[in-house]
């Protein structure tokens, strides 16, 4: 069993930036891959970012790609999703997840068993 908090988000300018944080507890953590998921209103969740379980290899979604970086501390149980160059199209819930698997390769919210409850994004124009 992986928990899961995320915290950072918040209303923020076109152009802006902001850090989104989740931490995690749980026994298992180290071994479980981590994503990042948004869900804006009216639409399906969407995946952003994931991350190996060791930090080595990252993912992105195209529409994320160059603007966000999502990192790892497996020793604070910790995962990070740095947001540069915010659009107002970036506005959504944000979730962290935890994967079923280790390597990260996991796009779709069916391969994530565990979730936070999400932080808001509000990016204005």
């Known amino acids: 069993q992986v928990q899961l908090a995320e915290s950072g988000g918040g209303l923020v300018q076109a152009g802006g930036s902001l850090r989104l944080s989740c931490s995690a507890s749980?026994?298992?953590?180290?071994?479980?891959?981590l994503g990042w998921f948004r869900q804006a209103p009216g639409k399906e969740r969407e995946f952003a970012a994931a991350?190996?379980?060791?930090?080595?290899?990252?993912y992105y979604a195209d529409s994320v790609k160059g603007r966000f970086t999502i990192s790892r501390d497996n020793t604070r149980n910790m995962v990070y999703l740095q947001m540069n160059s915010l659009k107002p199209e970036d506005t959504a819930v944000y979730y962290c997840?935890?994967?079923?698997?280790?390597?990260?390769?996991?796009?779709?919210?069916?391969?994530?068993?565990?979730w936070g409850q999400g932080t808001q994004v509000t990016v204005s124009s």
């Open positions: 991350i190996s379980w060791n930090g080595g290899r990252t």
């Open positions: 749980g026994s298992t953590f180290r071994t479980h891959a």
């Open positions: 997840a935890a994967s079923q698997y280790s390597s990260g390769y996991s796009f779709s919210p069916s391969e994530y068993p565990y």
